[in-house]
């Protein structure tokens, strides 16, 4: 039985045959092109997003101090409630009805003076 190839020494290697070696070097060339672009596009992203992070460092720090102010006792005091006599008669409920809706606006108007003491 002959070999077709001829045996080679220790220390040599065998060569491929040269459409291969070419396609090795053409896909060595396409993984370089490839990691070569990869290195570009992570340098370019590096150097966009540098200048944000160096903005978050600078921000000074605010301290806020709150001072609470308590409303004056003039707001404060009860709204008055109108009560009904001990005899009552219809006229006295309709009295009533009616001084009880203009303490209601009474005490709506004490709401909104707080509230512009408030807003101040």
């Not at 060569?15 to 990869?38: E, F, I, V």
């Not at 570009?40 to 997003?49: D, E, H, K, P, Y």
Request: glycine residues 4%.
């Amino acid at each position: 039985m002959m070999r077709s190839t001829p045996r080679l020494s220790k220390g040599t290697r065998e060569r491929k045959p040269l459409k291969t070696r070419n396609a090795g070097l053409r896909g060595n060339l396409k993984n370089s092109k490839h990691l070569c672009q990869k290195r570009i596009r992570v340098a370019l992203i590096v150097s966009f997003l540098l200048p944000l992070l160096t903005s978050c460092a600078s921000d000074p720090v605010i301290q806020k101090t709150v001072e609470l102010q308590r409303v004056p006792e003039s707001l404060l005091t009860p709204c008055p409630v109108t009560q009904l006599a001990d005899n009552p008669t219809y006229a006295d409920a309709i009295n009533l009805a009616r001084q009880r809706g203009l303490d209601l606006q009474e005490c709506n108007k004490r709401f909104d003076d707080i509230r512009k003491w408030s807003a101040q």
